[in-house]
């Protein structure tokens, strides 16, 4: 060791006179060596860095890491007098290193924190976001929590790229949207057979299981400036079920295959806001593609417009408008007009309520596709509940008026109920993904009791 220490002397002699080295460590002249022991090392290359002199600090660090290469604290050191001379590649392979040296969680936050910097500093800014979810994962503490969440929040919005990912296993005991009723009759027709009761197939009847489904939205900003932003939009969705072994005995032809869909989708989103008002508006274009069962169903292209106001910090009204049409592959095409508004208002208790209305319009020359339709809802989130529960509710009751039906020709009228539970995980967060416990309930009442379900 003894010619290795003469290296650190070195350093030494060649910082002589920074102010920044303690006078313990001063020398005479440039050529009086003076030794530092390995574990006084560490702190000397960490003061040649905060006194700029990277080169000196790296031939420290060298002599380091040769007399222990497990050290996580130094392979740190390395990395930021690497990044300091310009060799960002090298950094992050020192980087690594320390993580993958290091002996306890705080050493561990260390390492990822400064791996994501580094990569931020080179514009690698999604891959920074995924070593910061380390980083936040492993916080030893709740300082060091916010410090990197913190960090998250500054390169996500530095990121042009805004990646959100979902997963969900849901049991549920109607898979198929089957009929309620096990028998049906079709009072438009004439005489007994109005009255005739109808029985409804088993495979069209509610079907149990687990529905298994995930989720992928990407957002890329291509233009930004001041007041607006342009981003593309691709989003990938897809569900299968696992049928029960009591849906597998009433109806074997009904599979989780045959019950499954997809979409893919490609748009754009144009965000701006005006300087004269400071309230923002968007507008969009999205194409997409739907598969159920394995076969293609249809493609949509849908375009929208969106407007905000603000009334004060605490209260928003956003409306959104659109125009969709749908092209359904050996069937009728649809067009639908629809608004839609939003009235939140968030509580001084980080509590929320939020009121919504929409109304709608569907055209098509096909039986049971064309329809108007009015919503009414209103939502509640309660916040932090305690015990690291987070639980917000909703409610919504739509109308439906269809101007035809196959099962009567008189149209029919739909009213459809939804309430909702969201009940968030807080405690059981793994690395930014929070698990939600959702409990849905949906019911559909129908003047054509082929519709109930």
Request: charged letters at 20%; one cysteine or more.
């Amino acid at each position: 060791m003894t010619g290795r220490l003469s290296c650190i002397a070195l350093a030494v002699g060649l910082c002589a006179g920074l102010g920044a080295i303690p006078a313990a460590a001063q020398v005479a002249d440039n050529t009086s060596p003076v030794r530092i022991s390995v574990e006084d090392g560490p702190d000397f290359a960490r003061q040649l860095l905060r006194a700029g002199q990277a080169g000196a600090a790296l031939e420290v660090i060298t002599v380091l890491i040769e007399a222990d290469p497990t050290a996580s604290p130094v392979h740190l050191l390395h990395a930021q007098a690497l990044m300091d001379l310009g060799r960002a590649s090298e950094a992050r392979d020192a980087g690594r290193l320390a993580w993958q040296t290091a002996q306890s969680d705080a050493q561990k936050f260390s390492a990822a924190f400064t791996m994501a910097d580094l990569l931020a500093a080179d514009e690698a800014y999604t891959r920074s976001q995924l070593w910061i979810r380390r980083a936040i994962q492993i916080a030893p503490d709740d300082r060091r929590e916010r410090l990197a969440i913190g960090a998250f929040r500054r390169v996500r919005q530095a990121n042009p790229l805004a990646v959100e990912l979902g997963f969900g296993v849901a049991p549920s005991n109607n898979v198929n949207s089957g009929n309620s009723n096990e028998a049906i009759t079709f009072a438009y027709l004439g005489g007994i057979l109005g009255e005739i009761e109808w029985i409804v197939p088993t495979d069209q009847r509610p079907l149990s299981g687990v529905e298994l489904s995930a989720q992928a939205n990407l957002r890329y900003r291509i233009a930004e400036a001041e007041g607006y932003r342009t981003s593309i939009e691709f989003g990938g969705f897809g569900r299968t079920y696992i049928m029960s072994q009591e849906a597998q005995d009433s109806a074997p032809e009904v599979t989780g295959a045959s019950l499954s869909f997809a979409q893919l989708s490609i748009g754009v989103l144009h965000q701006w806001t005006p300087l004269s008002t400071g309230q923002p508006f968007s507008a969009s274009l999205t194409y997409s593609h739907d598969w159920a069962g394995g076969e293609a169903l249809r493609q949509d292209l849908n375009l929208t417009f969106g407007a905000q106001q603000f009334f004060g910090d605490d209260t928003r009204l956003s409306v959104l408008t659109s125009l969709r049409y749908t092209d359904r592959f050996g069937s009728d095409d649809v067009t639908t007009y629809s608004v839609r508004a939003l009235w939140t208002h968030e509580f001084d208790n980080d509590q929320s309520l939020g009121l919504t209305g929409q109304l709608a319009v569907a055209t098509s020359d096909g039986t049971d596709l064309a329809y108007q339709a009015a919503t009414l809802g209103v939502s509640y989130d309660f916040g932090d509940i305690g015990g690291g529960l987070d639980l917000k509710s909703s409610w919504t009751e739509q109308y439906r008026v269809y101007e035809t039906s196959v099962f009567d020709p008189a149209g029919r009228d739909d009213k459809i109920t939804t309430l909702r539970v969201d009940l968030g995980l807080q405690n059981v967060d793994l690395y930014g993904f929070e698990p939600v416990i959702n409990v849905t309930g949906r019911r559909t009442d129908s003047s054509v009791p082929r519709f109930d379900t």
